[in-house]
């Protein structure tokens, strides 16, 4: 409010030009109300779709959260320039909430200007529309957790995108991406590899290519003897979309290579399964700009893949962790079955290991890159993990998910000197078995295999159809469930096609599990046992079981499907459910609690209930403290007892009409005029209603506990303009506000009236409020009160009937006038209630 004691100072003159800046600042005012009120439309809006009765698709939640983002964006920028500097800090709020939503839906939002490098120390989980999910996540676990996270730097989005404008990339990409048929493995293929060497032969900008390097030399002086990878953190990487697997990482990467890496992960943003992956699920890929991470290498010994949850079975209370022996890419990319621990959520104790024989380890090569070294059979034998290095993973584990609220998806690793270190962390998408197990008779079904583990629970039958490399996907038929010896890039790409999912190798850590689950497909992992599996047998796999069965089984298939919400299964409206959770729910209710700061500014919808309720007070109460105001007003000219002064704030007073009065009967406001009629209908109240001792002994009380400077015996006063109005009434010791727009769009129209205080007792002001909170609960409004206050609201009206209610508001204000000091008791207040019904010609109860 500084900038209406500013408009005064210690000057006894006033300007015109103090009151232009008043103008200025109620524009920003009435920004602020018509993006709040297109806000809540598209809120309101967004949450009818929820009901289930409505479709929608991807494009509409893309579109609805961008009006949402943008009419906060607004408000906030508004607000600042209404109450000064003090509101820029729920700019870092806003951030907060909107890096929540872009993790559920990435993309839909232009690349905004940045710095081409920032290092994790400067990154938190708020910047991921800038260095993608991936990076942001190591940023926040670096700088809010405390956990050890291997330092590095992104390369931001907009580098990615000054890379494509310099090289004019875009349109030229888009081009070949437009016509794609995606069910066509072998045209994804061609566009990849088109689009691929577009990006791999465009030279990376001077001026980049410089940050680039300096900042890798930089790193590598405080780490002189550290070795780099470079990886993916596209937009939307990590996300609700996984985009597991999808992208390329280039491990042990040296300095004169480091250029190069750099653009060829660029290029893996087209690879044949990321187009397909994207393109599936109706996401752009000009709003997926490529970020890269450089970060010091851990030279492992161990690494893997911890679930906070157990993705298969949310009723599991455990904590799943993944272990090989050297680096993870054995691990994701399904080449070697884990080790698997299983950690106790609550006492961390190890419930159950199982420690397998792994054939393998991929270790970093001296001169570079990676080497895959056998081991022996003793080696292989052995835990990847002692007891208490599980344990102290899961304790990461277990701080990392309470912090993000959600199950999480983490990758770890632990060096030769037994240090632990976090590489990464997502959302985890858990599946909920059935609420009541269903018994299944399969007495009578042949069995063909069984074992291995649940990657995605359910069952499906078809066909079978074995795979071995990328080059057979091309001819992967509909319908089949489909056997491959272990994952490897592309398998995305016909997801859509097939029933069920056997992989030989590999467990429920994999990147083809991750989105095997994504896709819902029923899918086990690591079954040796397939030998009696021909191509083309008609086969029923139930992967909850784990196990495979002659023939098609429908009944097996029906009563295995998990156990969900009616559209908990369709991802569109669970994308739309979890992003509503940002933006819908409204936890800042009263303005008068202590809690009412920006900092418990959970979703958009709290931003913009500060806002509006800041607003006000910026524009009321710093009005009703200026110095000399009467200069600005002009007294409202009325037979009712009551000093009003006016300051109209949409249009200029000529000089020689200055500090004249107003006419009741020309009020050029239409919400003031509307309330006034209720006033004048109602007419001045006669001589105050004669009070009993106990409130006479009240208004004593009351009238004792006033500082001298209350604003009660102050006039009342009010700011108007043709469709808008607040006015500020102090009747005797009770003081309301009410606030209105009333135009011809039902969307813009709204009343709130506060009212508080009064001259009695709080038990007789309570009465008070409560005879006013049936009475405007009759006549439509939604009220909420504690103790003797009331905040009322009304709104999206049409013209007339807000006009009509207004016109209540005004009769309700004299006839309730030192009301509080006649109701002794309930029920004298009830007989008042149906009284005042009667008079307003509204139904009574009862009658």
């Known amino acids: ?228 990878a470079l990886r993916s953190s596209a937009i939307g990487e990590d996300t609700e979309y996984s985009f597991a697997g999808q992208y390329r990482s280039v491990l042990n990467v040296r300095a004169v290579e480091l250029l190069e890496s750099y653009r060829a992960v660029l290029a893996s943003k087209f690879t044949p399964q990321a187009i397909y992956y994207f393109l599936s699920h109706s996401i752009s890929e000009d709003e997926l700009a490529m970020c890269v991470g450089c970060i010091i290498m851990v030279s492992a010994r161990s690494s893997g893949v911890i679930y906070t949850r157990n993705p298969v079975n949310a009723g599991d209370d455990c904590i799943v962790i993944n272990s090989i022996f050297g680096l993870g890419k054995y691990l994701v990319d399904g080449t070697i079955s884990p080790d698997i621990f299983r950690v106790s959520r609550h006492d961390k104790a190890i419930r159950e290991s199982s420690v397998f024989f792994k054939t393998r380890k991929l270790e970093m090569h001296p001169d570079g890159g990676t080497v895959d070294v056998e081991l022996s059979e003793e080696e292989g034998r052995k835990p990847s993990l002692s007891d208490r290095e599980a344990i102290r993973l899961a304790e990461y584990a277990a701080k990392i998910e309470e912090h993000y609220g959600c199950p999480q998806d983490i990758e770890w690793a632990i060096d030769h000197d037994g240090e632990i270190y976090i590489l990464q962390t997502r959302p985890l998408r858990v599946i909920t078995p059935p609420k009541t197990e269903i018994e299944v008779d399969v007495s009578g079904f042949e069995k063909l295999a069984e074992g291995g583990y649940t990657i995605c629970p359910g069952a499906g039958g078809g066909p079978v159809h074995r795979i071995s490399s990328v080059n057979d996907l091309q001819d992967v038929p509909n319908g089949v469930v489909l056997i491959t010896p272990h994952s490897f890039p592309g398998i995305v790409t016909v997801m859509g096609k097939v029933r069920a999912l056997i992989a030989e190798t590999g467990g429920m850590a994999s990147h083809m599990a991750t989105i095997a689950r994504e896709y819902g497909i029923p899918a086990i992992g690591d079954l040796k046992d397939t030998g009696m599996l021909n191509n083309g047998d008609m086969v029923t796999l139930d992967a909850t079981a784990n196990a495979v069965y002659r023939g098609l089984h429908d009944d097996l298939i029906d009563k295995r499907k998990p156990d969900l919400d009616l559209f908990e299964d369709i991802d569109i409206f669970n994308i739309l459910k979890r992003i509503s959770g940002h933006i819908a729910p409204l936890y800042l209710l009263n303005s008068k609690d202590a809690e ?69 009967n020309r009020i050029e406001s239409v919400p003031m005029a509307s309330f006034w009629r209720g006033v004048k209908k109602e007419g001045w109240p006669a001589p105050s209603r004669p009070p009993d001792m106990k409130g006479i002994f009240g208004v004593f009380a009351t009238t004792m506990t006033r500082t001298e400077d209350d604003r009660f015996s102050e006039k009342s006063f009010a700011i108007l303009s043709k469709e808008y109005m607040i006015l500020s009434l102090r009747m005797g010791y009770h003081f309301s506000t009410i606030e209105a727009m009333v135009t011809e769009q039902e969307n813009k129209n709204y009343i709130r009236m506060e009212f508080k205080d009064g001259g009695a007792t709080i038990e007789r002001r309570i009465r008070r409020i409560r005879l006013l909170t049936d009475i405007l609960t009759k006549a439509g409004f939604e009220n909420f009160s504690k103790g003797d206050f009331l905040d009322s609201r009304l709104s999206y009206q049409d013209e007339e009937s807000t006009k009509d209610a207004l016109f209540l508001l005004g009769r309700l204000t004299v006839m309730t006038k030192q009301l509080d000091m006649a109701l002794s008791n309930d029920a004298i207040a009830r007989w008042y209630t149906n009284d005042f019904l009667k008079k307003l010609g509204m139904p009574v109860d009862g009658d």
């Open 596 to 664: 009412f700061l920006p900092e418990n500014c959970r979703t958009f919808h709290d931003i913009t209930r500060f806002c509006h309720q800041r607003a006000m007070e910026e524009m009321f109460y710093g009005a009703s403290e200026l110095k000399n105001k009467d200069r600005f007003s002009s007294r409202l000219q009325s037979e009712i007892p009551l000093a009003v002064n006016i300051i109209y704030i949409d249009k200029e007073i000529p000089e020689k009409e200055k500090h004249r009065t107003v006419d009741e």
């Open 1 to 228: 409010m500084k900038w209406f004691k500013n408009l005064v100072g210690k000057s006894e003159q006033i300007s015109d030009k103090s009151l232009e800046i008043i103008q200025i600042k109620f524009n920003n005012f009435l920004e602020i109300l018509h993006n709040n009120n297109a806000v809540l439309k598209n809120i309101s809006d967004m949450e009818e779709k929820l009901q289930g009765e409505y479709l929608f698709d991807l494009n509409y939640i893309r579109s609805t959260v961008s009006e949402i983002r943008k009419g906060v964006v607004n408000i906030i920028n508004n607000m600042i320039s209404l109450g000064g500097d003090g509101y820029k800090r729920l700019k870092e709020y806003y951030a907060r909430i909107d890096a929540e939503i872009t993790r559920i839906l990435p993309g839909g939002r232009p690349i905004e200007e940045d710095d081409y490098i920032r290092f994790f120390d400067r990154i938190l989980r708020e910047n991921a529309y800038s260095v993608g999910s991936k990076n942001a996540q190591l940023g926040e676990m670096k700088s809010r957790l405390a956990l050890p996270v291997p330092n590095g730097f992104a390369i931001t989005a907009w580098a990615y995108k000054h890379f494509i404008d310099r090289n004019d990339l875009q349109h030229k990409i888009s081009e070949l991406i437009l016509p794609l048929n995606i069910r066509s493995y072998e045209d994804l293929q061609t566009v990849s590899r088109r689009i691929q060497k577009i990006v791999t032969e465009a030279p990376i900008p001077d001026d980049l290519a410089g940050q680039i390097t300096q900042s890798y030399k930089k790193l590598r002086e405080k780490n002189p003897k550290a070795r780099f």
